[in-house]
């Protein structure tokens, strides 16, 4: 008499290996919030940030893959946030995607030397696609 027992095999979960990290800078928690939610969904490590003012010491906690910067930051300038971090040898290599819903600012991006820019309102997974591509 034969018994088929079932064998069961048990993978570990590797994916956090390749969990990449986004940092998620802007001053609407609305707006950080659905991006949190939205990449969590899509297996990346996220930290979010309202105030502009700590994202350095942010960046040396958190060590993010990318950076996700809002422009319109209430008193701070997103695009002179960018530009200091491009030209930081601490920070230079972290890639940094600028978001804003005002669409003329897309001739800034060569200026501030980001690496790519999002629309506001943007659909969620132009959002996903743009970031994967970048940090690819």
Not at 8 to 25: D, E, G, H, T
Not at 80 to 106: G, M, R, W
Not at 111 to 129: H, M, W
Request: charged share 25%.
């Amino acid at each position: 008499m034969h018994f088929l027992t079932p064998t069961i095999f048990c993978f570990p979960n590797f994916a956090y290996l390749s969990m990449r990290k986004i940092l998620v800078v802007d001053d609407d928690h609305d707006i950080l919030t659905v991006v949190k939610i939205v990449l969590n969904m899509h297996n990346f490590k996220v930290q979010t940030l309202s105030k502009p003012e700590e994202i350095h010491d942010t960046i040396k906690s958190f060590s993010p893959d990318l950076i996700l910067l809002d422009v319109a930051l209430g008193s701070a300038d997103g695009r002179k946030i960018c530009k200091e971090l491009k030209q930081s040898n601490e920070t230079k290599h972290i890639p940094v995607l600028l978001f804003s819903a005002h669409y003329d600012l897309i001739n800034d991006i060569e200026e501030c030397l980001a690496d790519g820019l999002i629309s506001k309102p943007f659909e969620t997974i132009t959002l996903v696609n743009t970031i994967s591509k970048v940090i690819a």
